[in-house]
């Protein structure tokens, strides 16, 4: 299993990110994609996932509508929309799997994540 993301960096709060996810390793139908965060002192939290089975996008409460996360099976990509982007939302983004229909934990399959930095 092997993730890499890409698109982060820096960006005026209001602005949009779009953050990318490479898989390989792994098929998307039996595989669940995750998307985390780590903001800098802070812990990893979960920003939103997509299931395997029936493809239920769920998002943490914090995204309140801003955020998108879709993936391409084809293309094995996952995507993670980021609009009107907060301060707060600085941190390392994380792509992650795990096999079956249940949100990545942090015991399982991560990328080495992208900066995303936002100023005020």
């Known amino acids: 299993v092997q993730l890499v993301e890409s698109g982060g960096g820096l960006v005026q709060a209001g602005g949009s990110l779009r953050l990318s996810c490479a898989a390989s390793?792994?098929?998307?139908?039996?595989?669940?994609i995750g998307w985390w965060r780590q903001a800098p002192g802070k812990q990893r939290e979960g920003v939103a996932c997509i299931l395997s089975e029936d493809e239920t996008t769920y998002y943490a409460d914090f995204v309140e509508g801003r955020f998108i996360m879709t993936n391409d099976r084809a293309k094995k990509m996952s995507y993670l929309q980021l609009n009107n982007l907060k301060p707060e939302d600085t941190a390392v983004y994380y792509c992650?799997?795990?096999?079956?229909?249940?949100?990545?934990?942090?015991?399982?399959?991560w990328g080495q994540g992208t900066q995303v930095t936002v100023s005020s």
């Open positions: 390793g792994f098929s998307f139908d039996q595989y669940t």
């Open positions: 992650g799997t795990r096999r079956g229909n249940s949100c990545p934990t942090r015991d399982d399959y």
